[in-house]
């Protein structure tokens, strides 16, 4: 295993397998999953925390592997995961010919926005979604000079030792981002999961 800024962590429980995060070098994650045993063509999913690369940059190897992998990300209105802009999102500025203004003054109603990975199976999440029995994302905005605006998922999993938290930079803070589990229940059918904690950042 290599040394290198960044996060990733492999979540395995319930018989899910889950991605969060892809590190900050896409040879040396593709390098440290090969050293660890791992195998990533039989991932549910992946979770991206947030748009900073240090925590994405390795999504390139393992689309490579697992090209069609739902992948979970932050939703917003622009941004390196792809979106649409909607009309308006451009200051117009009427005093400029038609010929120097975007689209020539006639703006669509919607702009897709380009993504390093064209085609990538994104789900784009704005409210807390459970994606599978007692595993749920939540999402959480930076109010935090520096990183203001910034969106971040969190993934929450209840489990027999309280409600486990797996994080990426908490940008927004630790505060909101415990506030905002808090919301989180344990569904009243359903046993939280027994959990012990392995090495190499698996949960198992």
């Not at 996060?7 to 397998?17: D, P, Q, W, Y």
């Amino acid at each position: 295993m290599k040394k290198d800024w960044g996060f990733s962590a492999l979540v395995e429980i319930a018989g899910k397998r889950i991605l969060f995060d892809t590190g900050n070098d896409r040879d040396i994650f593709a390098e440290n999953v090969k050293a660890s045993g791992v195998d990533l063509t039989n991932l549910d999913f992946v979770v991206l925390s947030h748009r900073h690369s240090d925590h994405m940059a390795g999504l390139s190897h393992v689309l490579s592997v697992n090209p069609k992998v739902k992948i979970y990300a932050p939703a917003e209105s622009f941004g390196v995961f792809g979106s649409t802009l909607p009309k308006g999102f451009y200051k117009t500025v009427d005093t400029l010919p038609e010929n120097m203004r975007y689209f020539d003054g006639e703006e669509p109603e919607a702009i897709p926005t380009g993504s390093p990975w064209p085609g990538a199976n994104f789900v784009f999440v704005d409210t807390k979604v459970e994606v599978a029995p007692g595993i749920f994302i939540i999402p959480t905005v930076s109010n935090v000079t520096g990183t203001l605006e910034l969106r971040e998922l969190t993934l929450a999993i209840n489990t027999s030792h309280g409600l486990v938290l797996i994080v990426g930079c908490s940008h927004p803070g630790v505060e909101e981002i415990l506030s905002a589990a808090s919301a989180v229940k344990e569904p009243s059918l359903q046993k939280p999961f027994n959990v012990s904690l392995q090495p190499q950042g698996v949960l198992r």
